[in-house]
């Protein structure tokens, strides 16, 4: 009877964690797509000027900092534009809640530089999904002109 105790307890020891059902969090590199869904400030701007979506590429290094280039683009009757920008967060996890905060930069065809500081937060429904919500303090260089405005945003991320 004593090699069952012991061979039970040596299981129960190495698949602890397994067994009683408990997820450990992710502290490793690891790789998302994500969107942004809902701009409130693109709903400002007059049909002529069509404004995109931004699609990122999330790069969690590791638990505290996360790095997200992003691409967008914009085509009708009226205009074409190509924007590519990148931000890098740091991060703090709550539970199943992520706290960002950084800087985004962009570029776009138009030769408009972009500067954002950047508050967020996300929320992981599965390991795989999350939703959050992003604000942002947008300072636009165009032609030595200045000009700023608020953004908040709507983001999905899907991680691999």
């Known amino acids: 009877m004593r090699p069952r105790t012991l061979l039970f307890l040596s299981i129960i020891s190495l698949f602890g964690n397994h067994l009683m059902g408990q997820e450990e969090k992710d502290s490793e590199f690891k790789i998302g797509l994500g969107a942004s869904l809902f701009n409130i400030a693109?709903?400002?701007?007059?049909?002529?000027?069509?404004r995109s979506n931004d699609i990122y590429i999330t790069i969690d290094l590791n638990d505290k900092f996360r790095i997200e280039p992003s691409i967008g683009f914009a085509l009708s009757n009226y205009t074409e534009?190509?924007?590519?920008?990148?931000?890098g967060f740091g991060k703090s996890m709550i539970s199943d809640f992520n706290l960002l905060y950084g800087l985004r930069l962009a570029y776009n065809s138009n030769e408009i530089l972009t500067v954002a500081p950047t508050v967020a937060g996300e929320y992981y429904f599965i390991k795989h999904f999350s939703i959050g919500c992003e604000v942002q303090l947008r300072g636009l260089i165009y032609e030595g002109e200045l000009a700023a405005y608020t953004r908040s945003s709507l983001l999905v991320r899907f991680y691999f």
């Open 81 to 87: 534009s190509f924007t590519a920008g990148i931000g």
């Open 42 to 50: 693109d709903y400002e701007w007059d049909y002529e000027s069509s």
